[in-house]
T-cell receptor, first 112, second 113 residues
Framework: AQRVTQPEKLLSVFKGAPVELKCNYS??????LFWYVQYSRQRLQLLLR??SRESIKGFTADLNKGETSFHLKKPFAQEEDSAMYYC??????????????FGSGTQLTVLP | DAGVIQSPRHEVTEMGQEVTLRCKPI?????LFWYRQTMMRGLELLIY????????DSGMPEDRFSAKMPNASFSTLKIQPSEPRDSAVYFC???????????FGQGTRLTVV
């Protein structure tokens, strides 16, 4: 079974401070990992995926297979980063495992 | 394309009433997903369709929940009878084969009183 754990429901940081949103997963094969973001009153949207190895809006996330983690990081948080962030996993086998399994989400608040 | 369109945006209903949520996926997307979002559990996959056929409904909480996709451009999620614990935001998402990104609608906020 595949599982995604986001241990922090709420996270507050001050503007300009570094931020790290934790994500751990459980999956026996080679997963695809994603971060989705939901800004206030907007739809959920893809932020980044580990395959792309990209930096979006200053955020990066590295897949650590040894620690089964995919933490989201940004060196200097901005107020506009305040949102709900979901870590998601897509397994490699067939059927429903190929679909996204989401963590419970972390509400990030960046304080002025 | 306007993206995934869900209606209504908000629904308030009394316990015991039937509720129908609607979704129009992005044209050309052959996968459609229904998710439920709550504070306690985050995003839970309820059911998904591929080419209008339900593939996995193991996430549907009870028999009170049912979903249909009569054609490639329309899906419904029905709750009958509704209960206060069904209160949540229900999201519809779609994607196309070969693309790992799922596109979400703006959700329907359901309140059952």
């Amino acid at each position: 079974a595949q599982r995604v754990t986001q241990p922090e429901k709420l996270l507050s940081v001050f503007k300009g401070a570094p931020v790290e949103l934790k994500c751990n997963y459980s999956y026996s094969g080679s997963p695809e990992l994603f971060w989705y973001v939901q800004y206030s009153r907007q739809r959920l949207q893809l932020l980044l995926r580990h395959i792309s190895r990209e930096s979006i809006k200053g955020f990066t996330a590295d897949l650590n297979k040894g620690e089964t983690s995919f933490h989201l990081k940004k060196p200097f948080a901005q107020e506009e980063d305040s949102a709900m962030y979901y870590c998601a996993l897509r397994g490699g086998s067939s059927g429903s495992a190929r679909q996204l399994t989401f963590g419970s989400g972390t509400q990030l608040t960046v304080l002025p | 394309d306007a993206g995934v369109i869900q209606s209504p945006r908000h629904e308030v209903t009394e316990m015991g009433q039937e509720v129908t949520l609607r979704c129009k996926p992005i044209s050309g997307h052959d996968y459609l997903f229904w998710y439920r979002q709550t504070m306690m559990r985050g995003l839970e996959l309820l059911i998904y369709f591929n080419n209008n056929v339900p593939i996995d409904d193991s996430g549907m909480p009870e028999d009170r929940f049912s979903a249909k996709m009569p054609n490639a451009s329309f899906s419904t999620l029905k709750i009958q009878p509704s209960e206060p614990r069904d209160s949540a935001v229900y999201f519809c998402a779609s994607r196309e084969t070969g693309n790992t990104e799922a596109f979400f609608g703006q959700g329907t906020r359901l309140t059952v009183v």
